[in-house]
């Protein structure tokens, strides 16, 4: 089995590495579209962030010698990377992925790994692959087979959006976030909106390796003071030191963040089909304007009355088009 893996950081270095101790041969793209050279793959295995996925279509044009012949693998956290990928190469040949592993990179650059969660797998098309689930489970790794597609990826995203956005607006550590109650109640606000969004839409959640979706909608439905003690408690002992995705990619002072492809998922989702969506609108657009003017985060950093202020507003906007409807 030969693999090619787009995105060397810590899930494809970690997927690839995985691959290799059993036997797969694995090729890694360059970064420069001018330096990949055509190569025949059984499996490739698109590893980057959200806003890199068009690139990373591209470097699969050149790469994949014969794309009929190749099964086009995506872990990328958001909704909307799998459509891409089925525009390009049909979506018969596209399997989405959620890995629910925490993977971190060592001090050597390696790819670090914690002993639960796992990987679930779920074909946008007919064909089972039965073959790329078998080989994955032969790392030792937990592997679940999903039927729906989207329920996979919505259901991921429900983790993902989770302590992520708040964070990174506050410059916080989850566990500083827990304490905020009011911005927590927000987090728990910002669930039942995904929560809202996907039942509109017709998906159901899973619960996927070493987190259960379904007890996530359930705690989130109980009154909010409940709500948040529980579902506050498992995030300081999942990853209350671990800094977020988002707040990564504040504090590296990146342009682009996966915010669009998380939080503003849900708002495009509710916009679509008629679902209010107030917390993760503000989330979405307070945090790309950070990201695109830095000096603004002085404006939230450790500052949750101004984000829950600009929530609130929101609400009332909400609130006064529905009634004038």
Request: hydrophobic share 50%.
């Amino acid at each position: 089995m030969r693999a090619y893996v787009v995105g060397k950081g810590a899930v494809g270095s970690y997927l690839g590495e995985a691959l290799a101790r059993v036997g797969v041969a694995v090729t890694y793209a360059p970064r420069a579209l001018a330096d990949v050279q055509p190569c025949d793959a059984d499996v490739a295995i698109v590893a980057v962030k959200a806003y890199d996925t068009d690139a990373a279509v591209e470097t699969l044009r050149r790469a994949i010698a014969d794309p009929r012949n190749c099964v086009f693998m995506t872990p990328q956290n958001g909704v909307g990377n799998e459509e891409k990928l089925a525009a390009a190469f049909g979506a018969d040949r596209v399997v989405a992925a959620a890995l629910t592993t925490p993977v971190d990179r060592d001090r050597d650059g390696n790819a670090s790994a914690a002993r639960d969660g796992g990987l679930a797998l779920a074909p946008m098309g007919a064909s089972a692959f039965n073959w790329l689930t078998a080989t994955f489970a032969s790392t030792g790794m937990h592997v679940k087979v999903v039927g729906d597609w989207r329920a996979l990826k919505w259901s991921k995203l429900a983790l993902n959006v989770v302590a992520n956005a708040s964070c990174a607006i506050l410059n916080v550590l989850p566990s500083r976030l827990v304490h905020y109650e009011r911005v927590f109640a927000l987090e728990i606000r910002m669930v039942r909106e995904v929560q809202a969004v996907m039942k509109r839409m017709g998906i159901a959640a899973i619960d996927l390796p070493r987190y259960p979706v379904r007890a996530l909608f359930g705690i989130a439905a109980l009154p909010v003071p409940m709500g948040r003690t529980l579902i506050a408690s498992r995030i300081a002992a999942a990853r209350g030191t671990k800094p977020p995705s988002l707040l990564l990619d504040l504090r590296r002072a990146k342009p682009r963040t996966e915010v669009d492809v998380l939080n503003g998922a849900v708002v495009a989702a509710g916009h679509e089909f008629g679902v209010p969506t107030p917390v993760n609108t503000v989330y979405t657009r307070v945090l790309n304007d950070i990201a695109h003017t830095p000096p603004l985060w002085a404006k939230y950093r450790e500052r949750p009355e101004t984000l829950e202020a600009e929530v609130a507003a929101e609400m009332k906007r909400v609130k006064a088009l529905t009634t004038r409807k």
